[in-house]
């Protein structure tokens, strides 16, 4: 994503995410990473960005992000067209951008082709880390059949049905084979599926194990969906790096999660989507009913796992037409953690997360993923969640603004 040249935003405020302060600094960039902050005695930037009265953060990351997820209907995502589905997550991927949402972790989907697309630039869009297809076991969230229908499993394209030991080693490498940054598997019951309670550990020990086994060996790691106490436990003693939703969290799971170095990656955004939108999208009274009881500890999870030192993430996992809600997932974490924390989560924990320390700060050295920010979001939050407040800059390229006080303009650096 990087770009050629250099450019500076100067006269605003720059988000120290580590220490939680705001402090004022020049900002320069030479080829997509940020070359010095403050005082800058080098040549002349190519381009200048006026940033009096702003504030600069890092580019938001999604640690919970579904490219393929063009519906709610996990039988028919799988039997869509191919063709149908890359444009509609071309079209997905490029809303994040626009949001900034500068890199999204895909944990159930993806593949090399579209990671080959964004990189030559045909489909603009995020940095772009994928898992492949999410492992499933027989009748486990990611198995999209009803219990009434005798059919076979499909395409794999967000999950992939895989049972076993020997059958499981063989798909963790073959993931890894064709680019997986990590692995995701199904740990408990979903909100979505039909035929599997939303509490019970999915997967045996020794399969999970095995998955994880085999991610470390690789230097990944491993997600786990996972709602419930038993199977959030389930999965981090076994080896899972990170929990996906968590919602149903206790503080003994919490303090497990600690001394396992697991991370929990909320998705509020998802549950509140569905619950205020779920009579258009044609919710069953089961997947209602499952929403509720996840919708309403979600917040609670967070709050226990802040007490508990959890390090705590964030995610959207928003399905279909819901994606637009991308930035009220931010807007719900504020609410819970306060904006510093909130802006933490979407920045440095992930990028801790999937082990790009590049990433997710405003540093010498770091990636130029930016947002400028047209005003203090420790005292209006709100800037958070709307678009249409800020500038994005992804790699050290402007996406371009309509706000006259941003727009980038050719001259020298002070």
């Not at 005082?39 to 490219?67: K, L, R």
Request: hydrophobic share 40%; with cysteine; net charge negative.
């Amino acid at each position: 994503m990087a770009v050629a040249g250099t450019l500076s935003i100067i006269g605003a405020r720059v988000l120290d995410v580590d220490r939680g302060e705001l402090h004022q600094q020049d900002v320069h960039v030479t080829n997509g990473c940020v070359s010095a902050l403050g005082d800058h005695d080098g040549p002349p930037s190519d381009v200048v960005i006026e940033g009096h009265g702003h504030v600069i953060v890092p580019g938001f990351i999604d640690a919970h992000f579904h490219a393929y997820g063009i519906g709610l209907d996990m039988l028919v995502m799988e039997a869509t067209p191919m063709s149908y589905v890359t444009a509609k997550a071309a079209e997905r991927l490029g809303g994040a951008l626009r949001r900034g949402f500068t890199t999204v972790r895909d944990v159930a989907g993806g593949d090399i082709g579209l990671r080959r697309a964004l990189d030559e630039g045909l489909i603009v869009g995020p940095r772009y880390l994928f898992t492949g297809p999410a492992l499933s076991q027989t009748g486990g969230h990611g198995d999209p059949r009803l219990g009434d229908l005798a059919i076979d499993t499909c395409c794999h394209r967000l999950t992939e049905v895989v049972d076993g030991v020997d059958n499981l080693r063989v798909a963790v490498r073959e993931r890894f084979r064709t680019g997986a940054h990590a692995i995701k598997v199904m740990t408990s019951g979903g909100v979505v599926s039909l035929t599997d309670p939303l509490r019970i550990p999915q997967y045996s020990a020794e399969e999970v194990r095995v998955v994880c086994d085999e991610a470390t060996r690789r230097g990944s790691y491993v997600a786990a969906h996972a709602y419930s106490p038993e199977a959030i436990a389930h999965s981090v003693v076994n080896g899972v790096r990170s929990i996906e939703h968590g919602n149903l969290l206790d503080v003994a799971t919490a303090q497990l999660m600690v001394r396992n170095d697991a991370f929990l990656v909320p998705t509020l955004a998802a549950y509140d989507a569905m619950d205020r939108r779920g009579d258009s999208l044609g919710l069953t009274a089961v997947q209602r009913a499952k929403n509720l009881e996840v919708l309403d500890h979600g917040k609670q999870a967070i709050e226990i796992a802040a007490a508990e030192g959890v390090r705590i993430g964030f995610g959207s996992d928003l399905m279909g037409d819901l994606e637009d809600d991308q930035l009220v997932g931010l807007r719900l974490q504020v609410e819970v953690q306060g904006p510093i924390a909130a802006i933490q989560s979407a920045t440095a924990v992930n990028a801790a997360l999937i082990g790009r320390h590049d990433l997710g700060r405003v540093a010498v050295g770091a990636v130029a993923d930016l947002l400028v920010l047209d005003a203090d979001p420790t005292q209006d939050p709100s800037v958070l969640w709307d678009e249409s407040r800020r500038t994005v800059i992804s790699g050290g390229r402007p996406l371009g603004t309509s706000r006259p006080a941003l727009t980038p303009f050719r001259g020298r650096t002070s």
